[in-house]
């Protein structure tokens, strides 16, 4: 192989093969979810496994640590490559293998727990689980004595430079105006959008006619089923969503825009970027916010209605003939607590997410200990959402991440919601007319406002750059209380008339 | 990482390591050309590049020649194992990296002029090309300069441990029989399989239903779509089919049937040789054995018609309903000649796969020109099957091969063709009623006796020793020749009756 020019072209070359691994894990991943006959499980761990070690090993190398030490920017790129790819190498670095392969295999044991527990309603089975994988990340903390607080380490990990102090400010400013909402939401009546029978096949010609519209053109674009939906990019040629179909809810078409949301952004990200680490979303926060934008700001918006309705009626016409589309707005815009945090409304949904982020604080900085996990959880319930739990499966036991060892993940949803509505702000400042492009089916000027604001830096801009460009400010809740706010005066003033 | 106790134990992590690379390769090339979509494919060129090249390097390191020096077998397993990669290693270090780049670069190039040139009917597009892909493989061969014979350096990647001087002694065999029985062949009937309507639903359900009896639960396999049908063996675990309907013919039952006979292999290898070189088929031409087998002595026979008759009436009633399973045995066996090879039948396959393989020895050995091929083609196509050549696509064109440099290949399917006549005479032999099981549906004997004769040893054996013991000799028309002489013969005493 011929020796490179500089250490630069090096660098890009081994950063162009670490990524064509990172990605190729992503595909394995996406085939195991949806195409992977069953008894192909055990073969597709040991591959994946191999696959990840690799990407591990060629990225923490000494080499790239010398490459690093010797590269000399040649532009305004390289020296955003180098900033971020130093800052990854040094936070690979940190942990030994040895803490890392433990991490590994308690999360996949975690999982097995937690899948056992969940099916038996019964948390006693997973706390062992669950407090070994609490201990092995306090150790993972103590890799980052630096950090003001320890919880600061888990949190940069998905939210790079984001501090636990500045998430609880604004998550906690979230969850004090969305508690009295939800006292004051009116009765919830989505009966129209419940129950079906809604058949799949349907449903499907829908969610496809849906995503064409918004711009998932199936040069690049693929939809598929599965039972925990997600999107993956394998490429930015390369864009792969699923969804999953019941037929007593419309819950498909709004999961398929939120996956939307995800894959729109790594689609979007300037190609000059591809093959780096530069190349893919700025954080989990800015991510969310995609998704969710589109998911809801789009998908629950009037404007959205008034265009999609007839095809929602041609889809299914025994339940949508004759029906306006304000019967439809109205329905999948209901505010009604739920225990179960995937099915939550705009509303009630942050609360969630607080909810998990003040047991992860109480656990790692706090003296919350792993089996009074229940109780906390059942207290919060009962004072943010006014519910009572009537056992683990509905409540503690709810989410994979616990059982996976992922801490530090859940508040990134919540402040994602916040950034979609500082950003809906600004696209409406922008465009007000916004709502009415969408009831004429045009959702191309948000792509591209979203694609220019947020979508091209990749992960050139630090999330918080990103949010102060993209929103003309930090981080704050404010923008999207007063969008859910609105939501309610005018559900609140349609149950008047 | 732990330090391995002993350098077998450190080959073996190695060795598993560089197998997961490779399925995770062949991973790739399903998804290309069954799931991807169509924008993905030049960073899916990149990714697999990418994943080929560490396969690769991580087996033809140094290390891996050390290791190979020091490991001491503990058991015949491991005999095995070491005499079989020390071959591989060999192989895959007497190849100047330089040269394997040239070689693959130009395979693309070749693969793609290739195209534009069926496209265009016009070998004088593609001839330069297949200049450099000829002259890369010459100084292919001139790595190993201890062959006898120069295409034996070419034959033997594809059929480990034949030679030249064997191949043609029995293709020459295998011609010598055939062209006769071409000028024997009564007028062909089969337009009770051609022509249709016979819609993909219908045949896909069929299909679906044959392979089910035949063995490929939906645990372990799955059945896909393609342009161009192939098989792809992701582990032990996960075999994917695939096979291309037509409305106007049936060839997509009997492409699956050959797949399947390619996955079944694969499948039946014992699962103590996965992750490791031993862990695939023996060769091309036992490979194409089986895919054969179950493609015509399965599927062409009296017995599997007798159970599969009320299937295809139930898919496609028009056509069938009425008819006899005679009908249909007679209308899937009829001999024509034809240009092509893909559609040719049995009598005429193995005299196309003859002409590319005496013009391959005529550029390796010989003194044919590249330029000369089409006329060389035309020659032996008239001597061969009585056809004139009209124009370069149904001519020297129609293959990919030759595009992306594979010389050696083509006569393993004539090899495997000839392997199939003996194996299905030692299985008769061993199971007189075997297509009285087939009438009853029952493929399971068959199947367990080629695992035990066959499939099992995987690489454990070399291809001469499973031709021996599985057939009781060495590879030899005869059988073959008489299998398809006993079909026209009962062909032509139908006619007469």
């Known amino acids: 192989m011929a020796a490179d020019p500089t250490p630069l072209a090096e660098l890009r070359r081994r950063l162009a093969e670490v990524t064509d691994l990172e990605r190729t894990s992503m595909l394995l991943a996406w085939d195991q979810e949806v195409t992977m006959p069953p008894a192909g499980a055990e073969w597709h761990a040991q591959q994946r496994a191999t696959i990840e070690r690799l990407a591990h ?263 949508f003939a004759g029906r306006t589309w304000q019967d439809v707005h109205r329905a999948v815009n209901v505010v009604r607590p739920t225990l179960i945090r995937v099915s939550a409304d705009e509303v009630t949904y942050g609360l969630h997410v607080v909810l998990r982020f003040e047991l992860e604080l109480g656990l790692f900085e706090g003296d919350l200990a792993v089996a009074d996990l229940p109780a906390a959880w059942a207290e919060r319930m009962r004072a943010y959402l006014g519910l009572a739990v009537p056992d683990d499966a509905h409540g503690v036991l709810q989410d994979v991440h616990w059982g996976e060892g992922l801490f530090g993940y859940f508040p990134t949803y919540a402040l994602g919601t916040i950034l979609s509505g500082q950003l809906w702000a600004a696209v409406r400042a ?12 045009e959702f191309g000027a948000l792509a591209e406002w979203l694609a220019e604001h947020v979508h091209r830096h990749g992960r050139r801009l630090d999330p918080a750059q990103v949010v102060e460009r993209a929103a003309g400010g930090p981080l704050d809740p404010g923008p999207y209380l007063e969008y859910v706010r609105a939501k309610l005066e005018a559900a609140s003033a349609r149950l008047i008339a």
């Open 57 to 319: 090993e060629r990225f923490a190398a000494d080499r790239v640590g010398e490459l690093l030490a010797a590269a000399e920017p040649e532009s305004a790129l390289d020296e955003d490559l180098l900033r971020v790819t130093r800052r990854d190498f040094d936070k690979a670095r940190r942990v030994p293998a040895e803490l890392v392969e433990q991490l590994v295999h308690a999360g996949a044991t975690g999982h097995e727990a937690w899948a056992r527990a969940r099916a038996a309603s019964d948390f006693a089975l997973f706390e062992p689980h669950l407090r070994r994988n609490v201990e092995l990340r306090r150790r993972y903390v103590a890799c980052f004595p630096e950090v003001e607080r320890r919880y600061d380490a888990l949190l940069d990990d998905h939210e790079p430079g984001m501090r636990t102090a500045q998430a609880q400010d604004v998550l906690e400013r979230l969850r004090d105006g969305l508690v009295p909402l939800v006292d004051a939401a009116g009765p919830a009546d989505d009966a129209l959008v419940q129950g079906g029978p809604f058949p799949v096949e349907a449903q499907r010609r829908l969610v496809e006619t849906v995503l064409r519209q918004v711009g998932a053109d199936e040069r690049r674009w693929r939809l598929d089923d599965a039972a925990h939906p997600f999107s993956a990019t394998i490429s930015p040629g390369d864009v792969r969503l699923t969804t999953r179909y019941a037929p007593d809810d419309l819950d498909a078409l709004f999961c398929a825009l939120h996956e939307f949301g995800h894959g729109l952004y790594e689609a979007n990200v300037d190609p000059a970027l591809a093959r780096s680490p530069l190349g893919s979303g700025a954080s989990s926060a800015v991510h969310e916010s995609q998704s969710r934008l589109w998911e809801n700001m789009v998908g629950r918006s009037a404007g959205f209605w008034r265009w999609c309705l007839p095809h929602l009626q041609a889809a299914l016409p025994e339940r």
């Open 430 to 441: 922008a465009m007000p007319d916004i709502e009415e492009q969408f009831a004429r089916g």
